[in-house]
């Protein structure tokens, strides 16, 4: 598990240095401030996710479930929140936005939540 989850966690950050040069050097003239600012937002909750993988496969020792939970919950949760932000931006440039995906991105920053709440009660849990 510790191995999966740093390599998650290090492809996470490394798409998020591309997604992040990306937008910021062609989606720059592409896209609108509003939607240019949620692409901005994806990259960064997607590398802070990237980081907490990163960190947690360290941490954690997985022998308990919450851990794993954690694990999970951040993987999906960035997933579901920061691909679904690059989805609707980028499909909002060919004028045919991908409206689905909207209630996607909540669901994933619920899941992120799930994710640091279980983290937080980690070491509660014996």
Known sequence: MKETLLTIGACYGG???????????ILQKKLSTKSLNSFETGVKYQMYH?????????????SKTIE??????????????????????????????????GPITPIGGLLLFFGWFCMALSHLIK
Not at 50 to 62: E, R
């Open 50 to 62: 990237a980081l907490a993988l990163v960190f947690i496969s360290n941490l954690f020792t997985f």
């Open 15 to 25: 798409l998020a240095v591309i997604f992040g040069a990306f937008g910021a050097h």
């Open 68 to 101: 794993t939970l954690t694990a999970c919950f951040f993987i999906i949760g960035t997933f579901l929140f920061s691909f679904s932000i690059y989805g609707l931006c980028l499909s909002s440039i060919g004028g045919k936005k991908l409206k689905f995906l």
